[in-house]
């Protein structure tokens, strides 16, 4: 059981270290099957045991720069969607100009 943790928490190291750009979306959908996976596994595993407890520090050291590589992946991803949504909204603006509401002429009235 510890050993199929420890050779599907290798596969997602292996994954998340080639992790780029071109293949994302590919790369992505393989990462979350993976980590639901090892979710899986992690949920049937047996109490600790002093024979699997090398291999247990060396899935918990893999597991740590796991959860770095994903934040980095996360934010990269928030940014591209931020960068995406900028570029429509300029787009939008761009073949209708006149659609945004200015407030350049708006006269308020106030009386005492």
């Not at 510890?2 to 780029?20: K, V």
């Not at 980590?35 to 918990?60: A, F, H, Q």
């Not at 597991?63 to 992946?73: A, F, P």
């Amino acid at each position: 059981m510890i050993n199929d943790l420890y050779q599907l928490t290798d596969e997602i190291y292996r994954l998340i270290q080639t992790f780029s750009d071109k293949n994302r979306e590919e790369s992505i959908q393989k990462l979350e099957y993976l980590l639901l996976k090892r979710r899986d596994l992690i949920e049937k595993l047996p109490p600790k045991s002093r024979d699997n407890e090398s291999m247990g520090k060396k899935i918990v050291e893999m597991n740590k720069e796991i959860d770095q590589k994903l934040i980095l992946i996360r934010h990269q991803i928030m940014v591209d969607l931020r960068l995406l949504k900028a570029k429509k909204k300029h787009s939008n603006r761009y073949v209708n100009p006149y659609e945004t509401k200015t407030f350049d002429g708006m006269f308020y009235d106030k009386k005492n």
